[in-house]
């Protein structure tokens, strides 16, 4: 197909994901739209590979009329509840049809016009008037690791990167004692933009469960597009924005999930080992680590394997 044709399709289908995430199921279109997707489509032999051209128009009238049976059909706008229940049992197992896998420029340019729409985001008036920049993610859209955190602080905000902080430091430690380099996984948090503080306060405070599920349909998007092989949830809150669990992170920790599909491995955030320096904490969030290694095939060296172990 044409460049211009794979760019045109390419922005239907983000607009059209981007209204799903949003809750609309149905669209409605025009009786002249209708008419004019049901006429035979010309195509430019030019601008289709010799081999395909003469199939192309004859596959056209066959898709055509059925799509426009289904947007036909009465127009009809359901939005899910709040809340992060209503959210993690509506949208953390995507449909088949919302698999569809982007490879090369397609992806790129899908990943762009997410980060576009991620950094012009209003949803949270409150929180679009406090934040100094959106924290939108950082690492490789081809990352067979992700990672996923609750939401940015005070160095986030102020650099446009998540975990860049002290827990952010130890995180890239972690990282890099698995073989991996930070420019190899992905990071991104649930929230994108920092929560609010009040005046002459400081600190971090915890999202607000409407807080991310008004923002988790970003990384949902970001997931579906990066397609990583394993997802960690660092702490309880990325656990309680992903899953809804409340049963406690120290319960949840080590053991295996699954959301949108994929292997998700819930452990603590790395803020925690900085308050708890035992030896024992450390040796929990790296044996979660070695499980991670092991779902991704990785190589275990000896020395990795034992790690924070007494002699």
């Known amino acids: 197909m044409s460049g211009a044709y794979d760019q045109l399709l390419e922005a239907t289908i983000q607009h059209l994901e981007s209204l799903k995430s949003r809750g609309v199921r149905q669209v409605a279109v025009s009786a002249e739209t209708l008419r004019a997707l049901t006429q035979p489509v010309k195509f430019s032999v030019a601008s289709f590979p010799a081999p395909r051209a003469a199939a192309a128009p004859a596959i056209v009238p066959q898709i055509v009329p059925a799509f426009a049976k289904k947007f036909s ?95 952010g430091e130890l995180l890239t430690k972690i990282i890099q004692a698995t073989g991996l380099q930070r420019s190899e996984v992905y990071i991104a948090n649930i929230l994108k933009c920092r929560p609010n503080m009040p005046e002459q306060s400081s600190g971090n405070r915890k999202p607000t469960p409407e807080e991310m599920a008004t923002c988790i349909p970003y990384l949902h998007e970001q997931i579906d597009l990066i397609r990583p092989k394993v997802l960690v949830a660092l702490g309880a809150t990325a656990v309680e924005g992903l899953l809804g669990k409340t049963l406690g992170i120290t319960k949840l920790r080590g053991n295996w999930r699954i959301y949108r599909g994929i292997p ?48």
């Open 73 to 167: 059909e009465p127009a009809e706008v359901r939005r899910e509840p709040a809340g992060v229940e209503a959210a993690v049992n509506s949208r953390s197992q995507p449909r088949e049809e919302e698999k569809a896998v982007l490879e090369g420029p397609a992806k790129a340019a899908a990943f762009a016009a997410l980060r576009e729409r991620a950094l012009a985001c209003v949803k949270c008036a409150h929180l679009a008037s406090s934040r100094k920049t959106v924290v939108f993610g950082v690492g490789s859209p081809e990352a067979e690791l992700m990672f996923v955190g609750e939401a940015p602080g005070a160095d986030e905000d102020e650099q446009g990167e998540p975990f860049v902080g002290r827990a």
């Open 264 to 311: 998700l491995m819930p452990t603590y955030h790395p803020a925690y080992l900085l308050r708890n320096q035992a030896v024992s904490e450390k040796r929990k969030v790296w044996e979660d680590m070695l499980a991670v290694m092991e779902k991704l095939g990785m190589t275990i060296s000896p020395k990795q394997r034992n790690f924070f172990l007494k002699s």
